[in-house]
């Protein structure tokens, strides 16, 4: 499977988007998928992960009840709606799937899109 982020821009504090994540076909929905996001300087963090059936997701501590994870398998892509955004959200998002069950842990996931940029401004 290959990912492609996109929907990524700017937006002032309080306000909302929604990333996108378009997979190629093949074996989509035998993915398990997440979000990750990476700010400068920082480590790659976990945001938000979605099991293949859709029936799981499971969120950071940072994001909950704000973030929801969402795919499609029928247009082979996942979603990230992201509301009340805070400056500290600033960050490339990255899609990401795995074969071997929900993680948090990138090192779980084979296979990464491009990232998309997510910038909050206060």
């Known amino acids: 499977v290959q990912l492609q982020a996109s929907g990524g821009g700017v937006v002032q504090a309080g306000g909302s988007l929604r990333v996108s994540c378009a997979a190629t076909?093949?074996?989509?929905?035998?993915?398990?998928m997440a979000w990750f996001r990476q700010a400068p300087g920082k480590d790659r963090e976990f945001v938000a992960g979605?099991?293949?059936?859709?029936?799981?997701?499971y969120y950071s501590d940072s994001v909950k009840g704000r973030f929801t994870i969402s795919r499609d398998n029928r247009k082979n892509t996942i979603y990230l709606q992201m509301n009340r955004l805070k400056p500290e959200d600033t960050a490339l998002y990255y899609c990401?799937?795995?074969?071997?069950?929900?993680?948090?842990?990138?090192?779980?996931?084979?296979?990464w899109g491009r990232g998309t940029q997510v910038t909050v401004s206060s």
């Open positions: 990401a799937a795995g074969s071997i069950g929900l993680s948090k842990d990138p090192n779980e996931y084979g296979t």
């Open positions: 979605l099991s293949r059936r859709g029936n799981i997701s």
């Open positions: 076909p093949r074996l989509f929905s035998w993915y398990d």
